[in-house]
């Protein structure tokens, strides 16, 4: 499987706080990106960060890559009760069709 | 701009039974994807395709049919449904993002499925 692992699987924070998730992947890839699920929705993209970068900001989110140790984290600062959700990493191998390989994802609950 | 559309929302189905779950998206987007969500497994891809007229297996295809007679739309299809097909199906389709192309995915609402 070319799937990745995210690491915590469950997350619980209060508001305010910052929320650190990982993921570990298992091939090379050409990019990874970030997306986040709420409860009953569709995945939504928030961040992508190319195989040469090792650090990417968005707003409240910052995206770090380590491509020696096949591992990236989300950083999200300052949470808020609206950033409950499910957090899923992809990676992008960058090879025939460019298909998107999704991790297990992390469950964030956002504490008011 | 509606993005892509899943139809239906939700579907219960007895062993052994066929069903279509359609996705269409008005984005003009050549590819498109179907996966599947199960509990502790994250997504998984079932089949995609970058044109119409051109589709293949992803990790997970055994138990499903696809085509894409247009570029809009791309059916998945069921052919005799078993418990293990119990889900939460996603289709996909995709735009570029930056001048290298990488590629990111819009993605449907999503369609539960339960095989009884």
């Known amino acids: 499987s070319q799937q990745g692992e995210e690491d915590p699987q469950a997350l619980s924070i209060q508001e305010g706080e910052n929320a650190t998730m990982n993921c570990s992947y298992k091939?090379?890839?050409?990019?990874l990106q970030w997306y986040r699920q709420n409860s009953g929705r569709g995945l939504v993209h928030l961040i992508l960060i190319r195989s040469n970068e090792r650090e990417k900001h968005s707003g409240r989110l910052r995206v770090t890559l380590d491509t020696s140790k096949k591992s990236s984290s989300l950083l999200i600062t300052a949470s808020r009760a609206a950033d409950t959700a499910s957090y899923f990493c992809?990676?992008?191998?960058?090879?025939?069709?460019?298909?998107?390989?999704f991790g297990t994802g992390t469950r964030l609950t956002v504490i008011p | 701009n509606a993005g892509v559309t899943q139809t239906p929302k939700f579907q219960v189905l007895k062993t052994g039974q066929s069903m279509t779950l359609q996705c269409a998206q008005d984005?003009?987007?050549?590819?498109m994807s179907w996966y599947r969500q199960d509990p502790g497994m994250g997504l998984r891809l079932i089949h995609y395709?970058?044109?119409?007229?051109?589709?293949d297996q992803g990790e997970v295809p055994n138990g499903y049919n696809v085509s894409r007679s247009t570029t809009e739309d791309f059916p998945l299809r069921l052919l005799s449904a078993a418990p293990s097909q119990t889900s939460v199906y996603f289709c996909?389709?995709?735009?570029?993002?930056?001048?290298?192309?990488?590629?990111?995915?819009?993605f449907g609402a999503g369609s539960r499925l339960t095989v009884l």
């Open positions: 395709s970058v044109g119409a007229g051109i589709t």
């Open positions: 091939t090379s890839i050409n990019n």
């Open positions: 996909a389709s995709r735009w570029t993002s930056g001048p290298s192309g990488a590629n990111v995915l819009t």
């Open positions: 992809a990676t992008d191998a960058g090879t025939g069709a460019n298909n998107l390989f």
């Open positions: 984005m003009n987007h050549e590819y």
